[in-house]
């Protein structure tokens, strides 16, 4: 089975803090994405990558950035942390053209 | 401005009644569109997909419609089981290098099976 791991199942940080997410995948997708789930909006994509040192601009982009050095990780980083920050942060993976993402667990981030 | 949509937040039905799931899309381009299903506290699960080739794909007790014309899809869970009670995403992807390999998902529907 697919397995995305994340770091941190919840996050309590304070405004202004510098945030990282994790993000590991143990199938060797190219792909990954990242995506947060807010009451009545559904999932937002972030940020995605196709192949390390690579990454795309998803809708909401702003505020955030992300690292991909190694195939296998894919880290979010928040670099100022906002309240509008607090949500469910999702990651997931998918083979090069497959539709089929698989998620992780989720991180629920409250910023204070 | 949400290209796609799921216009029912919530549905409540009673185990062994049908529970039907709509969504609507705005983007033409779509040609491949997925149900995820999504427990608290888990990451979403992949349910059922179909091709814009389609207009019926079938597993199970699950079975999902597609209307091109209509840009309309729709999820069939017959029957409904108490385990089926979850928050249910529509998703659509679009196959062109400017779109990449990204879904678009809509805003969710949480399903209530009323033992």
């Known amino acids: 089975d697919v397995k995305v791991t994340q770091s941190s199942r919840y996050l309590v940080k304070r405004t202004g803090e510098k945030v990282f997410l994790e993000c590991v995948q143990d199938?060797?997708?190219?792909?990954m994405f990242w995506y947060r789930q807010d009451p009545g909006l559904g999932l937002r994509l972030i940020y995605f990558?196709?192949?390390?040192?690579?990454?795309e601009k998803g809708d909401i982009p702003e505020g955030y950035s992300v690292s991909r050095e190694k195939k296998e990780r894919f880290s979010l980083i928040l670099e100022s942390a906002s309240t509008n920050q607090t949500s469910m942060y999702l990651c997931?993976?998918?083979?090069?053209?497959?539709?089929?993402?698989?998620f992780g667990s989720g991180t629920q981030l409250s910023v204070l | 401005d949400q290209q796609v949509k799921q216009n029912s937040p919530s549905l409540s039905v009673q185990e062994g009644r049908i529970s039907i799931l709509n969504c609507d899309y705005t983007?033409?381009?779509?040609?491949?569109f997925l149900w995820y299903k999504k427990y608290p506290a888990e990451g979403p699960t992949f349910l059922i997909s179909?091709?814009?080739?389609?207009d019926k794909n079938e597993d199970g007790r699950f079975t999902v419609f597609l209307n091109k014309s209509a840009k309309h899809l729709s999820l069939h869970i017959v029957p409904s089981q108490p385990g089926d009670s979850a928050v249910y995403f529509c998703?659509?992807?679009?196959?062109?290098?400017?779109?990449?390999?990204?879904?678009?998902f809509g805003g969710g529907t949480r399903v209530l099976v009323k033992p």
């Open positions: 179909i091709s814009s080739i389609k």
């Open positions: 199938m060797d997708h190219e792909n």
């Open positions: 998703a659509a992807r679009e196959t062109s290098k400017a779109a990449g390999n990204k879904l678009t």
């Open positions: 997931a993976s998918s083979f090069g053209g497959e539709e089929k993402l698989f």
């Open positions: 983007n033409s381009m779509f040609d491949y």
């Open positions: 990558s196709y192949d390390v040192k690579m990454k």
